[in-house]
T-cell receptor, first 117, second 116 residues
Framework: KAGVTQTPRYLIKTRGQQVTLSCSPISGHRSVSWYQQTPGQGLQFLFEYFSETQRNKGNFPGRFSGRQFSNSRSEMNVSTLELGDSALYLC????????????????FGPGTRLTVT | GDSVTQMEGPVTLSEEAFLTINCTYTATGYPSLFWYVQYPGEGLQLLLKATKADDKGSNKGFEATYRKETTSFHLEKGSVQVSDSAVYFCALSGARLTGGGNKLTFGTGTQLKVEL
């Protein structure tokens, strides 16, 4: 099976602009999660989508939003970019089914490196 | 809330040395525990997992045992190689018995450097 793919891999934007990142999960996976990785804050959870619905949300401002399509592909959008939004944005997919006392592992894509100047 | 604490890095070892990276967690309920590895310029790769107390996850010579009594999930390898040089992240998910979601809570990561 093909792995998780993310596009674009690198992006340079200017403060105030907006950006859209894309993620295609592993075939058959219905859950897509997004994480932000920075040297200062480490890996932080942004949100999770399952069957086109946001199932879980991290502690990020409303400038960060996402959506999921019927084919499970997901996009995240950041509006009014700030310098602090420079980060590696990672997407992860999993089957999405939840079993009491068990969780499916998440598989990560290579990430999109966003630089805000 | 849930949290994961990892030992600070970098950890520098000689090839064939024994590796231990400490990881402890705080969570309610029954979390699943994971170790992920990140090589330079890449995303995260799942290294191993454990979903209940006393489970031992293992892969590529790495092992970690889910210790509920000490809330720990330490990563070990008997003989490291130069190719093991990377950043290792301990993570947990699913701590709550109710509610949905696959949110992962990560530790800060431990950089491992293995030298010849």
């Amino acid at each position: 099976k093909a792995g998780v793919t993310q596009t674009p891999r690198y992006l340079i934007k200017t403060r105030g602009q907006q950006v859209t990142l894309s993620c295609s999960p592993i075939s058959g996976h219905r859950s897509v999660s997004w994480y932000q990785q920075t040297p200062g804050q480490g890996l932080q959870f942004l949100f999770e989508y399952f069957s086109e619905t946001q199932r879980n949300k991290g502690n990020f401002p409303g400038r960060f939003s996402g959506r999921q399509f019927s084919n499970s592909r997901s996009e995240m959008n950041v509006s009014t970019l700030e310098l602090g939004d420079s980060a590696l944005y990672l997407c992860a997919s999993s089957p999405g089914l939840i079993i009491l006392r068990g969780r499916y592992e998440q598989y990560f894509g290579p990430g999109t490196r966003l630089t805000v100047t | 809330g849930d949290s994961v604490t990892q030992m600070e890095g970098p950890v520098t070892l000689s090839e064939e040395a024994f590796l231990t990276i400490n990881c402890t967690y705080t969570a309610t309920g029954y979390p699943s525990l994971f170790w992920y590895v990140q090589y330079p310029g890449e995303g995260l790769q799942l290294l191993l997992k454990a979903t209940k107390a006393d489970d031992k996850g293992s892969n590529k010579g790495f092992e970690a045992t889910y210790r509920k009594e000490t809330t720990s999930f330490h990563l070990e390898k008997g003989s490291v190689q130069v190719s093991d040089s990377a950043v290792y992240f301990c993570a947990l998910s699913g701590a709550r018995l109710t509610g949905g979601g696959n949110k992962l809570t990560f530790g800060t990561g431990t950089q491992l450097k293995v030298e010849l």
